[in-house]
């Protein structure tokens, strides 16, 4: 009886002994961002390895496995981010597959998500192994660009800059003689898609060097290094001062010269001639036929007569319309010093209809795009003809000409409706109802001097495409001095150290920090002059020519535009500051109204 439980436990300790064993490399396999690597991976002793299972998974995935082997074939339950990327290979040329036992792993587009573990997995009937082979990914930045900058005490400071390093790279400065220098500083800041940014400064003097030069390592020991000559910089500074001033100088005077000359052949020429210039010969020649082809026989000194009592007809008119429409209540927030911008809007309108009625009555009935093709001057020259006919009829609403460079209902086309993500409000802000009034929380304790950028709110709307356009109202009560206007990418928003804040990391702003003034948020950040300070801040995202525009709607004017590259979705960003409790109001751009205006000139 004996006897048997004894065969009986042998034969069990058989069944379950790990008697396969898998061989892997001791050291770990090194492999470029983008690149294909293979992960060896071997029974020994050899032996045919078509109907084992055959696994290789990360971690704890057991059950998502990268790549599965069994029954003969590689079955189809990859990990998806593993699928059409990996597969069974050779680890050597004189290897033999799997009939001699080699299950190694070939990965292709490696990405920095794939450094780590993989284990190797294989079993039979009654046997198995594992192991473990470690990957770690590598990425070759670019090579260093260096900036230099003359000092005012005779030194230069050197700047080298270098991106898309994985890991954080080392950086060397040496001189002529390869003897290391000491930096000045060093930073590496990591971008959203892994990779390192670094960016390294020493200041030189003339008795240090000649040539300097600024290397990047990585852990495969390769590097990317420039160099520059110190001694070229300092002696072209020193001696080229007033030379480049004195090069300028000549070379307006000589602009200026060539100027005053051919203004004086042009003027020279025309006298002796008796000849009026060719644009006055065809406008000339262009008004003559078209009342030639309208057929009239009155004379010039009637016409005249007939445009004055048009534009006395024009002038009523645009009193009635300026009487029946009460500009105050309409649009009290959109006064351009003492002009109305809708009111401009109103009485264009209604000038470029009375325009129409003098036109024709000035040239009957003829076509006016026909007489454009019988006009001998062109396009051009008819198209200054009409405005100049035009003007007949808008001497009044000259007096109520929109001031500005920028066309708002032009912008407005675009508006969006914007609204706060109430799910990731900072707990020291306080919200509207309706989503669309932010401001500071009283109880909110800002330290140090700075402005709070991380005291953000987030759109609830995300873009990912087409131009987007919404205005925000900085001025209610009081004039707003701390606020921060502009997107960031879908997926940034949580908070972080002031020094990610920047395009780098997806951010996009511009900012009023008070008496400190405006600042939009590059690395360093810039500051801008904008006087008068926006009373309202209108936002344009053409995100397709990666392009954020940011307008003073109440002067009608251009204040910048950002252009960048925006991937992702981005969602409109703000912040109303801590250093007042003026609130922040995001408004709900108003319609045109030129289809109203013209509903009331008719009744």
Same mark, same amino acid.
């Given at each position: ?8 436990l ?10 396969l ?5 001791g050291d770990p396999i ?8 293979i992960l060896?991976?071997w ?27 069994n029954?003969g074939?590689?079955?189809?339950v ?12 050779l680890?050597?040329d004189?290897?033999?597959?799997l ?14 998500q794939?450094e ?6 294989v079993?039979g009937?009654r ?7 470690l990957?770690?990914?590598t ?7 260096l ?8 030194r ?12 954080e ?5 040496m001189?002529?003689?390869r003897?290391v220098?000491?930096?000045?500083g060093t930073?590496h800041i ?9 960016q ?13 030069s ?11 290094e ?9 002696s ?39 000849k ?6 065809c406008?000339e ?7 030639k ?7 010039m000194e ?6 004055d ?22 649009r009290?927030?959109?006064v351009?010093g @003492? %002009? !109305?911008i &809708?009111? $401009?809007?109103?009485?264009?309108? *209604?000038?470029?209809e =009375?325009? +129409?009625?003098? #036109?024709? /009555?000035?040239?009957? @009935? %003829? !076509?006016i &795009?026909? $007489?454009?093709?019988?006009?001998? *001057?062109?396009?051009? =020259?008819? +198209?200054?003809? #009409?405005? /100049?006919?035009?003007k007949?009829?808008?001497k009044?609403s000259?007096k109520?000409?929109?001031v500005?460079?920028?066309n708002?209902? +032009?912008?407005?086309k675009?508006?969006?409706?914007i ?23 009283p109880?909110y304790?800002h330290?140090g ?12 709307q995300?873009?990912?495409?087409g131009?987007?356009y919404?205005?925000?109202?900085l001025?209610?009560?009081?004039t707003?001095?701390y606020?921060l206007?502009g997107?960031?990418?879908d ?7 002031r ?5 780098f ?12 003034g ?11 002059s ?10 344009l995202?053409?995100y397709?020519?990666g ?11 251009h ?11 981005v969602?409109?960003?703000f ?7 003026s ?11 030129y289809?109203?205006?013209?509903k009331?000139?008719?009744?």
């Open positions: 009886m004996m006897s048997i439980i004894i065969a009986l042998v034969n069990l300790l058989i069944e379950t002994s790990v008697s064993t898998v061989v892997v490399p090194v492999a470029h961002v983008g690149s294909t690597v060896p991976c029974i020994s002793p050899a032996e045919n390895a078509e109907a084992l299972e055959i696994r290789w998974y990360r971690h704890d995935q057991f059950s998502n496995p990268i790549l599965l082997y029954h074939k590689i079955q189809d990859q990990e998806e981010s593993h699928r059409n990327r990996s597969s069974l290979t680890r050597s004189q290897s033999g597959g009939k001699d036992g080699d299950v190694s792993l070939r990965l292709e587009k490696l990405t920095l794939d780590g573990s993989f284990h190797c997995y079993s009937d046997e198995y192994d594992s192991q473990q082979v990957l770690k990914i990425a070759l930045g670019s090579t260093p660009v900036f230099p900058k003359p000092l005012d005490d005779g230069v400071n050197i700047s080298c800059r270098s991106s898309g390093w994985y890991p790279p080392s950086v060397t400065w001189c002529d003689d003897s220098l000491r930096p000045g930073s990591r971008g959203p898609d892994g990779m390192f940014f670094v390294s400064w020493m200041a030189v003097s003339r008795s240090d060097a000649q040539l300097v600024c290397s990047l390592s990585s852990r495969t020991e390769e590097f990317r420039s160099r520059i000559d110190v001694q070229a910089i300092i072209s500074d020193v001696s080229s001062g007033p030379w480049k001033a004195l090069f300028f100088t000549l070379l307006i005077f000589a602009l200026l010269s060539l100027g005053l000359v051919g203004f004086i052949l042009y003027r020279y020429r025309e006298r002796q001639t008796g009026k210039p060719v644009g006055e010969n406008e020649e262009t008004m003559e036929k078209l009342l082809g309208v057929g009239r026989d009155e004379n009637e016409q005249r007569k007939h445009a009592g048009e534009e006395e007809t024009t002038e009523k008119l645009l009193k009635d319309v300026e009487r029946d429409v009460n500009i105050h209540e309409q009290k927030h959109e351009v @003492d %002009v !109305n &809708e009111d $401009s809007k109103k009485h264009a309108d *209604c000038a470029e =009375t325009t +129409e009625n003098l #036109l024709k /009555d000035v040239v009957g @009935d %003829v !076509n &795009e026909d $007489s454009k093709k019988h006009a001998d *001057c062109g396009d051009e =020259t008819m +198209e200054k003809l #009409l405005k /100049d006919v035009e007949l009829n808008i009044d000259r109520h000409e929109v500005g460079d920028v708002i209902e +032009e912008l407005r675009h508006a969006v409706e609204t706060i993500d109430r799910e990731r409000l900072h707990q020291d802000h306080i919200l509207s109802e309706d989503c669309k009034i932010v401001k500071a929380s109880d304790n330290t001097e700075e402005f709070p950028i991380q005291l953000c709110a987030f759109g609830a995300r873009f990912t495409s131009r987007h919404w205005e925000v109202e001025t209610q009560e009081n707003k001095n606020w206007i997107v960031v990418k997926g940034n928003l949580t908070a972080r150290d020094s990610t804040f920047t395009p990391y997806g951010f996009w702003f511009l900012y009023s920090d008070g008496p400190n405006f600042h939009i948020n590059t690395n360093p950040p810039v500051k801008l904008l006087t008068p300070r926006p009373e309202r801040l209108g936002v995202l053409d397709d020519n392009q954020l525009s940011f307008y003073n709607v109440t002067e009608r004017k204040l910048l535009t950002i252009s960048s590259r925006f991937s992702g979705s969602v409109p960003l912040n109303p500051g801590a250093g007042d409790q609130e922040l109001r995001i408004l709900d751009c108003p319609k045109p109204v289809a109203q205006i013209h009331d000139i008719r009744t």
